[in-house]
């Protein structure tokens, strides 16, 4: 059974950075997409950066595009999420999300509905 574990959550001020890692284990396949959602107080959950772990693609939300990065380190079966920048906007409990196989393409790959595993969250924190 897969399962994620987040780490690097935190808080900082506007304009810092913080980088979220996410660990896979009990993996069965030998690639999977794998990313990052957010979920803010009463807004819905929604897609921030995905990759697949077998070619490195990524897909990314308009908003966060030229200032996170996701990255992935195949040897320890993890995938990071570099955030720089970072706006009071972008505070939210952050998720890792994984699931069999590539990234869909077009808008699937922001739909949380996709993803069969995911982890417990961090929560970040970015204060003005």
């Known amino acids: 059974q897969e399962q994620l574990v987040e780490s690097g959550g935190g808080s900082v001020q506007a304009g810092g950075s913080l980088r979220l890692s996410c660990a896979l284990s009990?993996?069965?396949?030998?690639?999977?997409?794998m990313g990052w959602f957010r979920q803010a107080p009463g807004k819905e959950r929604e897609g921030v950066a995905v990759?697949?772990?077998?070619?490195?693609?990524?897909y990314s939300a308009d908003s966060v595009r030229g200032r996170f990065t996701i990255s992935q380190d195949n040897a320890k079966n993890t995938v990071y999420l570099q955030m720089n920048s970072l706006k009071p906007e972008d505070t939210a409990m952050y998720y890792c999300?994984?699931?069999?196989?590539?990234?869909?393409?077009?808008?699937?790959?922001?739909?949380?509905?996709?993803?069969?595993?995911w982890g417990q969250g961090t929560q970040v924190t970015v204060s003005s």
């Open positions: 999300a994984a699931d069999t196989g590539t990234c869909p393409s077009g808008g699937t790959w922001s739909a949380a509905g996709w993803y069969n595993y």
């Open positions: 009990g993996y069965t396949y030998s690639s999977y997409c």
């Open positions: 990759i697949y772990t077998g070619g490195g693609s990524t």
